[in-house]
């Protein structure tokens, strides 16, 4: 089955930087990556994704990077801002499934 | 579109009783999925459901632990004799026919024995 890998497990920055947060998968069948964003308290939601047919996504201050050859991708977060603080997942999956990385809390300190 | 809704939000149980967790999917969505998520930890996948079946289940402990989804109303994750290490937040996610189109959590049922 697939395996996906995330790191850092933590990341703290300071208001304004950037934040990036990788991930590997395992199964070269895995054609869906979307990153979800849990606030505290909260059911995680789904902030953005990308299929493999794209290599790189962009949505304001978020994109997500895919290279399927090294099958790895990853979040990029610029001007970050306190409410970006959150734990952050990353998942790969095909078809019916998805298999989630372990989480990144990132700390935007202000 | 009310999204996938979670009752009840918070629970707790003694130590023995059963817990009853429900999820209704989003409209259109026919699959269903359970995860549970420990204070400070990941989203540990229990069990993959659609209407009537039960397709994987190998995230789920074998004893105490059941889940169904049947062909009318919500799906119930089921705990017998709960103990203290039950006490989590358990979410569930659903998605049309191709998680493509979507794969939306719930905003959780956080259980709590005592």
Redesign the interface.
């Known amino acids: 089955g697939e395996n996906v890998e995330q790191h850092p497990s933590t990341l703290s920055v300071q208001e304004g930087d950037s934040a990036v947060i990788k991930c590997t998968y395992s199964d070269s069948a895995s054609n869906?990556f979307?990153w979800?964003k849990q606030e505290l308290g909260?059911?995680?939601?789904?902030i953005i994704d990308i299929?493999s047919n794209v290599g790189e996504k962009k949505d304001q201050r978020i994109a997500v990077t895919l290279n399927k050859t090294a099958k790895h991708f990853s979040l990029h977060i610029t001007e970050t801002q306190p409410e970006d603080s959150a734990v952050y997942?990353c998942?790969a999956?095909?078809?019916?499934?998805?298999?989630?990385?372990?989480?990144t809390r990132l700390m935007v300190k202000p | 579109n009310a999204g996938?809704m979670?009752n009840p939000r918070h629970l707790v149980r003694r130590r023995g009783q059963e817990a009853r967790l429900r999820c209704s999917p989003m409209k259109g969505h026919s699959?269903v999925?359970w995860y549970r998520q420990l204070p400070e930890?990941?989203?540990k996948?229990m069990v993959?459901l659609q209407k009537e079946n039960i397709?994987?289940e190998s995230g789920m402990p074998k004893e105490r632990f059941s889940a169904e989804f049947p062909k009318e109303g919500p799906s119930i994750l089921r705990i017998q004799q709960v103990v203290r290490g039950d006490s989590a937040a358990y979410?569930c996610a659903s998605?049309p026919?191709?998680?493509?189109y979507g794969?939306?959590?719930?905003?959780?049922t956080r259980l709590t024995v005592v």
Do not use: C
């Open positions: 869906y979307p979800y909260k059911g995680p939601q789904l299929r997942f998942a999956g095909a078809g019916n499934m998805l298999t989630f990385g372990g989480g | 996938v979670q699959h999925y930890e990941g989203l996948f993959y397709i994987d979410f998605s026919w191709d998680i493509d794969y939306t959590f719930g905003s959780g």
